[in-house]
């Protein structure tokens, strides 16, 4: 057979198992954008078999000091997909290949009016939001604008999560700032559409558009508070004649409109005045906890539930009372069913406050002065000093994390180098080295390697963090918030004069 007679072979038409031979004799880089250019690809690279066949040749070449974890083949495609990818940066830094490959620059005019920077699932995709004006998705490879939503007056970003719904989705939620109170909010939906370009070099046409849907309409129900899961949204009101309490329970799938609602009366018991409002409501998979604040000692309702919809099946424990009361109180969670904290602040300093779901009294964990708190997907929380201190000689970044907190060393031991945390789990240094050479050093906590974190802070400070060459052009000191897609290597920065630096490694 020869190569003009033999039918051409395209790397789909392969059978799985040859792909997965195949696919083991790539760069990890080259998995992470074949992943990205269509769904049977996208779906290939999401099986465990493939991952689990990665890591095991990477071990067997050149076994990594591992902490104490579940066996490799215990771990799921994603958790597969995230050692191999983390194991890999390793191996760059340790070899002095991890450096700068490209970087773009261009203008979004929003600098440190800036109130999002997100990376959207597949790391094409930019999401933002200026102060008081609009949200709008940019094309990372154009630079262009491709949708846009204006704000009306009094309009701001609530809340919004990222969802990998294969072409790329982003659901997010904002409301009216003069009507949030008075029950109303909407969901935006970002949709994509992918048209082929003739020219085969020129890749593909990417277009978005915003999809508005009402979620929560009833301008007699005060809205205290609301927290944004997944599919879930969950509310607390008030009804701004009777005072009764309801928890408010809306959900939706694959970016359709409300799908269920469930209303449920809130039995506040004795321990609640009536003059009293609740502050927020904390969701975790298990409970929805809900902070009072009777004016003097802020206390906790925790209502168990079945998986949150579509009712709740107990009734609230006795209160969990907290023993002072804050000044403005911002809120915090994570997604196990083991820690619940909230952080109540005053201008004079920041105070943690954790719980276990099981009923332990809080207790007063750090008492911080000038720190500022960032929250990342209702995981983890770091804090930093807005003015960075040195401890011991050294700029440290606190996590914290139920039971206990963790302190993690940064690369540099200039408190001056420490740029910022973005998203809380990417903290962001410069490096001096000699001959005036400054580099960047990104390192990245993953909320599901807390636990190992924990256990062994330093190890996974080096294995996670990477150093870039600084472009030309880029003034550093003009930063002022950052966005991370750690899996595709790009790091995308925002300057105060509004233009964006996208820089891939």
């Known amino acids: 057979m020869t190569r003009t007679t033999a039918s051409a072979h395209h790397l789909l038409d392969l059978p799985y198992d040859i792909f997965v031979l195949v696919a083991r004799f790539m760069d990890v880089r080259a998995h992470l954008a074949l992943g990205s250019t269509c769904s049977t690809l996208r779906e290939y690279f999401a099986t465990p078999s493939l991952w689990l066949a990665l890591a095991r040749d990477m071990l067997e070449i050149r076994p990594l000091p591992v902490p104490p974890l579940r066996t490799v083949a215990s771990l799921?495609?994603?958790?597969?997909?995230?050692?191999v990818v983390h194991a890999a940066r390793l191996e760059e830094n340790l070899s002095g290949q991890a450096r700068l490959q490209s970087s773009q620059q261009f203008n979004i005019d929003g600098g440190k009016d800036l109130e999002?920077?997100?990376?959207?699932?597949g790391a094409r995709h930019l999401v933002t939001s200026k102060e008081a004006?609009?949200?709008?998705?940019?094309?990372?490879?154009?630079?262009?604008?491709?949708?846009?939503?204006?704000f009306h007056k009094g309009d701001r970003v609530l809340q919004c999560r990222p969802v990998d719904g294969g072409r790329a989705c982003m659901f997010i939620v904002f409301v009216a700032g003069t009507n949030f109170e008075r029950g109303w909010f909407q969901l935006l939906r970002l949709a994509f559409t992918e048209t082929e370009?003739?020219?085969?070099?020129?890749g593909a046409d990417i277009s978005?558009?915003?999809?508005r849907h009402i979620m929560f309409n009833e301008p007699d129900q005060l809205i205290?508070?609301?927290s944004l899961s997944e599919d879930v949204v969950t509310m607390i009101t008030v009804h701004e004649d009777t005072r009764e309490v309801s928890l408010v329970l809306l959900s939706w799938r694959e970016g359709s409109v409300c799908v269920g609602r469930t209303n449920v009366h809130v039995d506040v018991g004795p321990s609640v005045h009536p003059i009293n409002w609740p502050l927020?409501?904390?969701?975790?998979?298990?409970?929805?906890?809900i902070l009072w604040d009777d004016l003097e000692h802020p206390f906790i309702h925790r209502y168990p539930n079945d998986c949150l919809f579509p009712h709740l099946s107990v009734p609230a424990g006795a209160p969990i009372t907290l023993p002072s009361a804050p000044a403005q109180t911002i809120k915090f969670e994570n997604n196990t069913d083991d820690f619940v904290a909230w952080v109540p602040y005053s201008s004079l300093a920041h105070r943690h406050w954790d719980t276990s779901l099981h009923g332990d009294q809080p207790h007063l964990s750090r008492e911080l002065s000038n720190w500022r708190t960032f929250q990342r997907d209702n995981m983890n929380v770091l804090a930093h000093s807005s003015l960075p201190v040195p401890y011991d000689d050294e700029v440290r970044v606190r996590t914290?994390?139920?039971?206990c907190d963790v302190v993690v060393g940064a690369p540099s031991t200039d408190p001056r180098d420490l740029l910022m945390i973005a998203e809380s789990k990417h903290a962001l240094w410069l490096e001096r080295q000699p001959d005036d050479v400054v580099l960047l050093r990104i390192c990245s906590f993953p909320s599901d390697d807390m636990r190992q974190l924990k256990e062994s802070p330093e190890w996974y400070t080096e294995r996670l963090a990477r150093t870039l060459e600084v472009p030309d052009g880029l003034d550093l000191s003009s930063v002022c918030d950052m966005a991370l897609s750690e899996a595709h290597g790009i790091v995308v920065l925002s300057l105060l004069d509004g233009t964006l630096w996208t820089l891939q490694y």
């Open 224 to 226: 205290s508070d609301m």
């Open 208 to 211: 978005a558009e915003f999809v």
């Open 400 to 403: 914290f994390f139920a039971p």
């Open 116 to 121: 999002l920077l997100t990376v959207l699932p």
């Open 280 to 289: 927020f409501t904390l969701l975790s998979p298990t409970c929805v906890n």
């Open 133 to 150: 004006d609009s949200i709008a998705c940019w094309d990372l490879h154009s630079g262009k604008c491709v949708a846009s939503w204006p």
């Open 76 to 83: 799921s495609a994603a958790e597969l997909r995230r050692a």
């Open 197 to 202: 370009r003739e020219a085969e070099d020129e």
